[in-house]
């Protein structure tokens, strides 16, 4: 007996995903940055909190430069577990020094400081005393460092966690409440509609990140302000896609016959309704996803976003942009283009998922 095939609609819709090459390789790669963003202080070489761990004395080195770092573990004794130190990063990080180099004598490690000077000759002597709280590496800075010497690598993995997460709270508040005024506009019309359009073309009529600037300014300057703030300005296009569905589909014989069995119009709205829009709903999160990227690298860029030490992308070519006139232009480059690739994969994907939900084009 041949088996019947499940050809429900977000199978269909599954099956188009997939042949799009393009959207599918932007979905890995949003997983893949997703990864990052979780697990960013096990990937990272400098897995100190905000990897803000400075080296001043080899600031702006360029990629793949080495160097002998001297570490003392001595300090910052403090307790954390393991799964604080996977989100948080390691609190008990040691302190580095970058070094020329060293000997070992009379029970004393004399180190000859970093310096780009060969004729400035720095040393330190550290007593050893039969302890074992020191070590000296080699480490390879592969992406160079900043103009503070910190590991340029580390800030952008580090970083990829505040424009990650801030599309996943932005999106989430807006369509909390995007979803809650759309569908009560949609579904009891009248004065309450004419109300929130009201309300959504005023909100509409405002400039987003003059919108953004003025929320951040009254909630204070902050990582979790941000999210709200953008979240807060997000809703409009959410809430106007849903009312229009909305009014669409309150129209069809089986939310009249739900009426007609005396369902309550939260019940038609949660179980009869929603179920039904998720498609559109699901394609303008991916946009709005891709646009609070943006809108908080751009509000990092002028100093109003994630605050320092935090490393965001948008913070990073602020510090960085002059350098391009100094021949390290890689410097705001290199979140530039993290920046663009992310907000692209989005975008693409975003493009692939209204193709393959539009079920009345195949």
Not at 318 to 336: E, T
Request: proline share 4%; with cysteine; glycine share 8%.
């Amino acid at each position: 007996m041949q088996k019947t095939k499940n050809t429900s609609l977000w199978q269909i819709a599954l099956a188009k995903f997939k042949k799009n090459k393009l959207a599918l390789w932007s979905f890995w790669y949003i997983v893949f940055c997703g990864f990052i963003a979780i697990f960013a202080y096990v990937l990272v070489p400098d897995n100190s909190p905000n990897a803000k761990m400075q080296h001043i004395e080899i600031h702006t080195e360029r990629p793949l430069f080495k160097t002998l770092l001297f570490k003392d573990y001595s300090k910052n004794k403090v307790n954390q577990s393991w799964l604080n130190r996977i989100f948080y990063g390691n609190k008990n990080h040691p302190l580095e020094k970058p070094i020329n180099s060293y000997k070992i004598k009379n029970d004393t490690l004399v180190l000859q400081l970093f310096s780009k000077d060969s004729g400035v000759i720095k040393s330190e002597i550290i007593p050893l005393n039969g302890k074992n709280d020191y070590k000296i590496e080699t480490k390879t800075f592969y992406l160079g460092t900043d103009k503070y010497g910190r590991d340029y690598l580390s800030r952008m993995l580090v970083g990829t966690r505040i424009s990650f997460f801030i599309g996943f709270i932005a999106v989430f508040i807006s369509l909390i409440i995007g979803i809650t005024i759309g569908a009560i506009a949609g579904y009891f019309g009248g004065k309450i509609d004419s109300f929130i359009m009201w309300l959504i073309n005023v909100t509409w009529s405002i400039p987003t990140l003059l919108m953004v600037i003025a929320i951040t300014l009254a909630l204070g300057k902050g990582f979790y302000q941000v999210f709200i703030a953008v979240g807060l300005t997000m809703w409009v296009e959410v809430a106007r896609v849903v009312r229009g569905q909305v009014m669409a589909l309150k129209q069809e014989q089986y939310i009249e016959a739900a009426r007609a069995l005396g369902f309550s119009n939260l019940r038609i709205i949660i179980k009869h309704i929603l179920p039904n829009i998720m498609a559109p709903i699901i394609v303008i999160s991916a946009a709005n996803f891709a646009a609070a990227i943006l809108i908080e690298s751009g509000l990092s860029f002028l100093g109003i976003g994630a605050q320092p030490p935090a490393p965001s992308w948008g913070s990073m070519i602020k510090d960085h942009y002059n350098y391009i006139l100094l021949g390290k232009g890689y410097l705001a480059i290199i979140p530039g283009l993290a920046i663009m690739s992310l907000v692209m994969a989005f975008m693409l994907v975003g493009n692939g998922l209204r193709d393959a939900l539009d079920v009345k084009g195949s």
